[in-house]
């Protein structure tokens, strides 16, 4: 009879576990106030420059969002629920998502609008080449465009220029 418990113990276990949300290889959660619901789990920096030099301390790319504080929950939504997206920020990208523009223009290259995501190579290149499906706004992205943007994050983990 023990051993049965054991085994459906077992059993519920790996079912539950198939059925999870992604978590971090760290295990840690950040606070909600640097998230600010676009994904609790990842570690988001700061601030811009320090941004900057996590990702060329890490040769990790930057993906830097843009957006207000009561931005579309419906993409804040699709873009915090996808855990694929979510796993591959977690491990291969420095995150930051600011509410207010940086002094750095290059990352407007066709405006300041929001929301917008925009992606920076360790060298500090932004990615200008990297854009959403949108001709009139060319960083945005739509919940329904998760899989355009999973593409780009892609590209810009792919084709990093070296850190100098």
């Not at 059993?11 to 760290?26: E, G, M, N, Q």
């Not at 998502?97 to 407007?108: A, F, K, M, Y």
Request: proline letters at 5%.
């Amino acid at each position: 009879m023990t051993r049965a418990a054991a085994s459906l113990v077992l059993v519920l276990v790996a079912l539950s576990s198939t059925f999870t949300k992604y978590v971090p290889k760290s295990g840690q959660r950040i606070s909600q106030s640097l998230s600010r619901g676009w994904g609790d789990q990842l570690n988001w920096v700061q601030t811009y420059e320090e941004a900057l030099s996590l990702s060329r301390s890490t040769n990790k790319p930057l993906m830097v969002l843009f957006h207000l504080e009561d931005c579309s929950q419906s993409l804040k939504q699709a873009l915090a629920h996808d855990d694929e997206i979510q796993r591959i920020l977690d491990e291969d990208f420095v995150v930051l998502n600011v509410i207010q523009e940086t002094e750095d223009q290059n990352l407007s290259p066709d405006g300041k609008y929001v929301p917008r995501i925009v992606f920076v190579d360790p060298s500090t290149t932004v990615r200008d080449d990297i854009v959403g499906p949108y001709s009139n706004r060319l960083y945005t992205y739509e919940p329904t465009d998760m899989k355009h943007l999973l593409e780009n994050m892609k590209k810009a983990k792919n084709d990093l220029h070296p850190a100098q």
